[in-house]
C-alpha cells in the first residue's frame, strides 16, 4: 500500500491506492478491514465485496432467528 496521495477528507476518510494481483485476494482483504475500508474501484472488486458482506450477514441473521 502506498502512502495516501490525498488529504483525509471532511469525516477522517483517507483515498488510497493499492494493486492486488487475484481479485479473489484482493476481496477478503478489503473485508478484513471490516467498515473502515470502502471499494471505490474496480466495480467488480466493489460487487464481490458487497456480496460477500450479505452473505457473511445472511449467516449470522439466521443465527438469531
Known sequence: M????YPPDA???VKVEMQLD???NACSYVLS???RIEV???PSL???VIQSAKALLAVYQAVEE
Open 2 to 5: 502506498r502512502s495516501p496521495k
Open 22 to 24: 487475484v481479485e479473489e
Open 40 to 42: 471505490l474501484a474496480p
Open 46 to 48: 466493489r460487487t464481490a
Open 33 to 35: 478491514f471490516g467498515p
Open 11 to 13: 469525516d477522517g476518510w
